[in-house]
């Protein structure tokens, strides 16, 4: 790889970096300088920024596309300055909940950024296992998607359809995975740049090692290897999360979830710029809105992010459950959703136009019917689920031996009221009777194997912390008490949920 830019190159940087001054703060501008400095210090000096190789994990919402910005910023004042810079890896992590409109913001920032034809730079796209050069219409592979989809399923019936451990469980531990091969790919990277300040790197680090010792892992070693010690502390969080949600016999699913810890090949350091930024959208709205082309698309711009359309399927579950399950009707379960959705804007210190596009979104009766649609098109497009299977998973009557079977029968398919023993039988093991089987896989979009493990599991007790899900939540931040009302006795409960 070349890294002596010509003229016309020097030229074109020179431009670019003036322009993307003129959205930086003063405060900013020192901040890259700042950065700049560091990097020089940790590559052994200016001789050494050449081979020096610096990560981006980008998410592709607002807050990661500012620090792509940052980033090359960085990267053309080292070379403005010293005629040499680091090698730039900016890596997208994706999976089965994150829209095209996600990429096309990808794609336009890359291209604000003239990042897609310079060789001091490396676009790559991570699905799961799969790393391949960053492409807008990069299709995603259906291993991944069926992988996403089952875990979304299995951890949706362990949980009543809960937002958090029905989507964002699992793929936590696959961005910690994403980071194991990412990191490491093709030799690896000297370092990772982060948006999180000091603190909350160590509050996160403590919380993972919290977890880690609870599932019996070795804690101290982990925290002398550092990063990677924080993997491996993951994927044993991961192992003991994976087979409590899918069983110790189920060696394949295990394995294909795995997280990747990297290997000796490097040992990246995290650099933060926290210190040198703010991330509050409207301190930066020019440069991400008009200069890098981002725009808050309907269904990925939600309450918390821009980078997945999960949250609004989180939304549209609570819906679910308050219309099938708890007798009352589904824009209950909306509205109890949006009193979450308010706080987490409120934490995020989301602009009040922005809170307000996503709640006027919900609005009106016919607003919440229209949500309701795309949800249920997002859920069966991406994630290839049916209603009638999200359903069944805010039910979870295939847990604790089935003991909601029978009200999930009677209230959404009565047709088979009648027929209950014989399912009992089926997931009991006790029999394999065609019919039956080929009903349950369909209502549930699981397979027997997958419905028997829920029958021998328990819906989790989120007061009681005795279980990786449980434990997960109660460490969760993402979550509040909603007040309900049986509309049958009038009797009040709170209920905490959690979400995006």
Known sequence: MSHEPGTDVREHDNALYSRLLGYLSEVETAGVKAVGEQIVDAAGGVDGLPEYKLMVAYGGGKD??????????????????????????????????????????????????ALLEDERVELITVDHTLIRPFERTLPLPERMIAINRVDVLMNGHRSAGDGRPTFCNSCNLSVADF???????????????????????????????????ASGIDVAQCRSMGFQGLLIALRGIGDAYFRELFGDEAEAELAEREVSAGGRSAQPEFISIYDHVSYRVHDHWDLIVDFLGFRFDDLAFSFSESDCANPNLMAHLRGLRTQYVQNRTYEDGITE??????????KKEMPEH?????????????????????????ARDSFGLEEQALVAMVFSPFTDEGERLQT????????????????????????????AVAWLENVSALTLAQLRTLYRSALTDFAAQDSM??????????????????????????ELISGR
């Open 354 to 378: 922005l809170a307000q596009l996503v709640l006027g979104r919900y609005d009106s009766a016919e607003k919440m019917e229209q949500r309701r649609r795309l949800s249920a098109d997002f």
């Open 337 to 346: 959703y949006l009193h979450l959705g308010k706080e987490l804007m409120k």
């Open 64 to 113: 990661s596309t500012y620090v792509v910005a940052f980033v090359r910023a960085v990267q053309l004042y080292l070379q403005q300055s010293f005629d040499r810079t680091f090698v730039m890896r900016v890596a997208n992590m994706r999976h089965a909940g994150v829209p095209q409109a996600v990429m096309d913001n990808i794609d336009r920032v890359y291209r604000a950024l």
């Open 469 to 494: 899900i449980s434990r997960v939540r109660a460490g969760d931040p993402h979550k509040t008490g909603v007040e309900t009302v049986d509309p049958r006795t009038g009797r009040r409960t709170l």
């Open 179 to 213: 980071y194991g091969r990412a990191a490491w790919w093709q030799g690896g990277v000297d370092a990772v740049v982060t948006g999180d300040s000091r603190r909350e790197q160590l509050l996160y680090s403590a919380w993972i090692l919290r977890l880690a010792k």
């Open 408 to 435: 999930f029968v009677d209230r959404c398919h009565p047709e088979m009221s009648d027929r209950t023993a014989r399912l009992h039988a089926v997931l009991g093991g006790e029999s394999d009777e065609a019919e």
